[in-house]
């Protein structure tokens, strides 16, 4: 009995790396915190489209569009760019596919308490404009309601190792080029 509970422990903890591993494999599904905010901030404007079209409040969700403008703009750049470096000539299908998911789930998640849904919605918006904080530091915080596409790597900077599409495409060859020279490169703006 006890050599049987053991052996299912042993299964048990080799399907749980082999699991974790998979989902890591070369580095595929890893984003840097950078790259992690940009599938945020899009699922945050996704939710927040929604509100106002559900909630009836378009001229908050104008105003959050007008007043973040550059930083969604730059966002949804880096975005693609990400599902680019990762999926090569699938990238932009997996972008869209990412934008399309989201809409489906931020439509579905107000369905069972619309009433409360519209009352955190109108939170969120005045807390946007209250603190003008950073979008990504905003978003980075915020839960989202669908499942992320990558995992959040951290601030920790990728090699080419992790991600060869992207560098078999320069990518990480530009990066360094332009931190040779003394610009950031994050898209962010931040």
Known sequence: MARSWAWTALAAGAALTLASQSSFAGGERCASRTEFATLKVAAMQQELMVAALTCHDIAAYNRFVVSYRRDLQRSDHAMLRLFVSRDGREGDAEYNAYKTRLANTSALSNIEDSEGFCARAEEEFTRLFERREPLRDYALRRQVSVSMPFEDCGEARLTRFDHPVAFHRGV?????????????N?????
């Not at 994050?186 to 931040?190: C, K, R, S, V």
């Open 172 to 184: 990480y060859d530009r990066a360094s080029d332009d931190e040779a020279a003394g610009s950031s």
């Open 186 to 190: 994050n898209p962010m703006g931040d």
